[in-house]
């Protein structure tokens, strides 16, 4: 085993490849192309199949200055990427901060929102209308000057089918804006695309340091809720805002904010907030990146559901290590039937890798390309890019607000474990067409044990940006699943039993599964 440390360490010096552990957990640098050369002053990236041709692209908002255009990048195959000319998407200079994607039109092309601030251009809509062309919607029901801000998030807010949009603002001072409430639209759903302004509500009637937001129906109850980090980001610390959606209680649309949970009392500097199901006990943790720029770094709080509480746990580095922490990613890496969390830090601070050891506890991996980097990391994004069954990671580097530019890093996961997987796409025909707030659970015999493993269908738990929408389970050496259940937010339940591993799947909402051909 000693000997076997060694090889392994010499090769990664020899190599761009390095190992996340001693199991031989690979992942590669891709060094050629203009995904690797290019310069940019990245704030939040996201995997989005932007041309529906079944495999990820990647979009990039940057800053504005010199390199403050946006940038997309087609996936030609082959680790190759290529500069696409989007029109006005990319060639508009707007200091695009954050941006996220969504199917609004439920026409089965993602539509891309960019939020901009310091410019009088306001943020945009885009309708993606095929062929790699995106028109302006100049219809949505927001002035621009107030549609200024710094992150969003699309979201079935109503169970009606279709997506609605937040927009963050972080209320002045921060980006140098007058200070403002978020703004939360409800989706018309006419062919016109328009959108109505939500006022009655209280998240669009305080102001905070807003930066971050995360939906995530935490408490299962069959409606998405609301967790927007509001670090203050000036050596202070306060609680972020929590919302709990009052749909399924009151039968209709409306938001109480949480108050006496834990994890709704501690004082943060929050950042992004993600729901994750990360010891397989069938409901919903959390964990929420801190930034502490001003102290140089914070720890990162990570709450265990245990059913009837959740509480808050202390122990283990990946509550102890200290960071200026922006964006945390929770994905099975290396398909061993639990999720594994890679945090984005800032502050030319290396970003930081936890392993699932699959008892409760975590593994800090300390040494590879990617976790002893030190950049100004903001935005990262996951997904199977190549789709080989093994979730890959963008990690974007900024340099400062309105100008300079760094290299990014597209890091492939070439792990050769052995391990089985599936990857579904969720197809709403009831629901939103995304699957967006989709509940997924897959039941198979693990390690000697029956195991369930949950998931939620969403991609903008992450800073800024948007990861695959896909739901992916790694399942170790199984070879049969025994159940697949998604429970749509429309309320229809589909229910697959005896599936094959190591193959990708369309699952459409009340429809027989289809194996996707990649």
Request: proline share 3%; net charge negative; charged share 20%.
């Amino acid at each position: 085993m000693r000997n076997s440390s060694i090889i392994k360490a010499v090769l990664v010096l020899l190599t761009s490849s390095f190992y996340l552990n001693t199991i031989a957990q690979k992942f590669t640098l891709i060094s050629q192309g203009v995904i690797a050369t290019d310069t940019t002053n990245t704030n939040g990236a996201s995997f989005v199949d932007y041309d529906s041709d079944g495999d990820l692209d990647i979009f990039l908002s940057n800053a504005n200055g010199p390199m403050g255009f946006n940038t997309l990048y087609r996936n030609e195959g082959k680790d190759v990427f290529t500069k696409v000319d989007a029109g006005e998407v990319t060639h508009m200079q707007t200091a695009t901060f954050g941006h996220s994607w969504g199917d609004y039109d439920n026409d089965g092309k993602p539509d891309l929102f960019v939020v901009n601030a310091f410019t009088n251009i306001g943020s945009l809509l885009y309708h993606n209308v095929g062929n790699g062309r995106f028109h302006r919607n100049e219809n949505y029901d927001v002035t621009k000057s107030a549609a200024k801000g710094f992150a969003s998030a699309w979201r079935d807010i109503d169970n009606d089918g279709l997506l609605d949009l937040l927009v963050i603002h972080p209320a002045g001072g921060f980006v140098g804006l007058p200070s403002t409430s978020n703004l939360l639209f409800k989706n018309n759903g006419d062919p016109q695309g328009t959108f109505s302004p939500v006022v009655t509500t209280p998240i669009t009637r305080v102001t905070a340091p807003f930066t971050n937001a995360t939906w995530s129906d935490y408490d299962q109850d069959g409606d998405a809720d609301l967790f927007i980090g509001s670090g203050p980001a000036n050596g202070t610390l306060a609680p972020d805002y929590l919302y709990k959606n009052m749909l399924k209680e009151t039968g209709k649309l409306g938001f109480q904010r949480l108050t006496n949970e834990v994890f709704a009392r501690d004082s943060l500097d929050g950042q992004t907030w993600n729901w994750i199901d990360y010891d397989n006990d069938g409901d919903l943790d959390a964990y929420v990146t801190n930034w502490g720029g001003a102290q140089g770094g914070l720890p990162n709080n990570l709450y265990k559901n245990e059913g009837d509480t959740i509480v808050r746990v202390k122990e283990g580095a990946i509550t102890t290590d200290v960071g200026i922490s922006l964006a945390n990613i929770w994905e099975d890496f290396d398909n061993d039937g639990d999720l594994d969390v890679f945090v984005g830090n800032g502050g030319n601070q290396a970003n930081r890798y936890y392993e699932n050891l699959g008892n409760g506890k975590f593994e800090s991996v300390t040494k590879g390309h990617f976790v002893e980097t030190k950049k100004n990391t903001w935005g990262i994004s996951a997904g199977d890019y190549n789709n080989d069954g093994r979730i890959d990671l963008f990690v974007s580097n900024k340099t400062g607000y309105l100008a300079g530019g760094d290299l990014n890093h597209l890091y492939r996961n070439d792990t050769d474990n052995g391990n089985n997987w599936v990857t579904l796409r969720c197809i709403g025909t009831k629901s939103n067409k995304d699957g967006i707030g989709a509940k997924v659970k897959l039941t198979a015999r693990i390690n000697g044990r029956s195991v369930t493993q949950y998931r939620e269908v969403g991609s903008n738990a992450t800073f800024l940006g948007s990861n695959d929408l896909r739901a992916h389970f790694g399942i170790g050496k199984t070879k049969q699943i025994d159940l697949i259940e998604i429970i749509w937010p429309s309320g229809q339940t589909d229910s697959y039993k005896n599936v094959k591993p190591n193959q990708f799947l369309d699952c459409t909402e009340g429809q027989a599964m289809n194996p996707r051909v990649q």
